[in-house]
């Protein structure tokens, strides 16, 4: 079983910057590719960027290629998280961000891939 809890959510306004982090429960994060989905209103839940289990490959949208990032502490001893660094943010960012934990390091980036799930944060872009 894996808990994931996402924070760094908020306002930001257009060109501005986020961190997102996700904090993942358990002793086997290192198992696990990781991934960051957002769902605008009225949208259906997309796929935003992936990391696999060794932190090695990252795949991203192509939405967001060149403005976001994602990283990951698999290291021992460290925080189990999961990062998302979004630079020159625009309006159409503005959605719940939520991660997503998936057993396998191909096609992540679809949400059937994924078995655990965090609850979201909320990231709201202004003009």
């Known amino acids: 079983q894996v808990q994931l809890v996402e924070s760094g959510g908020g306002l930001v306004q257009a060109g501005g910057s986020l961190r997102l982090s996700c904090a993942a429960s358990g002793r086997t994060f290192s198992s696990y590719a990781m991934g960051w989905f957002r769902q605008a209103p009225g949208k259906e839940r997309e796929f935003v960027a992936a990391?696999?289990?060794?932190?090695?490959?990252?795949?991203?949208?192509d939405s967001v290629k060149g403005r976001f990032t994602i990283s990951r502490d698999n290291a021992k001893n460290t925080k189990n998280t999961v990062y998302l660094q979004m630079n020159s943010m625009k309006t159409e960012d503005t959605a719940v961000y939520h991660c997503a934990a998936g057993t396998g390091d191909y096609s992540l980036y679809l949400e059937s891939r994924y078995v655990y799930w965090g609850q979201g944060t909320q990231v709201t872009v202004s003009s």
């Open positions: 990391i696999s289990t060794s932190g090695g490959s990252t795949y991203y949208a």
